[in-house]
């Protein structure tokens, strides 16, 4: 089982940064996705999440609705966060997570820098 976060880096304030999570060793299908962020020093807080068939039920934190976007290719085991208008309290390491009422996995992050 794999979940690998990619595309993160440094973004200027206002920029743009799309974070992709490739998934392997499970139904991919069968598990809702999210993305989380943890600032440092700071606890681990949802970001997004999108369910399981055809990814039209999303729900977002607060700080980032309007402005950040997750999505689902179910055919290709692919999540994805397209993050815009990035904020510096955006920097963070973004993680994705796939859950079922009786299992769950994580990526390693994926770093996020916003910052002039």
């Known amino acids: 089982v794999q979940l690998v976060e990619s595309g993160g880096g440094l973004a200027q304030p206002g920029g743009s940064l799309r974070l992709s999570c490739a998934a392997s060793?499970?139904?991919?299908?069968?598990?809702?996705m999210s993305w989380y962020r943890q600032a440092p020093g700071q606890a681990r807080e949802l970001v997004a999440t999108?369910?399981?068939?055809?990814?039209?039920?999303?729900n977002y934190a607060a700080s980032v609705k309007g402005r950040f976007t997750i999505s689902r290719e179910n055919a290709k085991n692919m999540a994805y966060l397209q993050m815009n208008g990035l904020k510096p309290e955006n920097t963070a390491v973004y993680y994705c997570r796939a859950a079922v009422a009786w299992d769950e996995y994580w990526g390693q992050g994926a770093l996020v820098t916003v910052s002039s």
């Open positions: 999108i369910n399981t068939s055809d990814g039209s039920n999303t």
């Open positions: 060793g499970f139904n991919f299908s069968s598990y809702v």
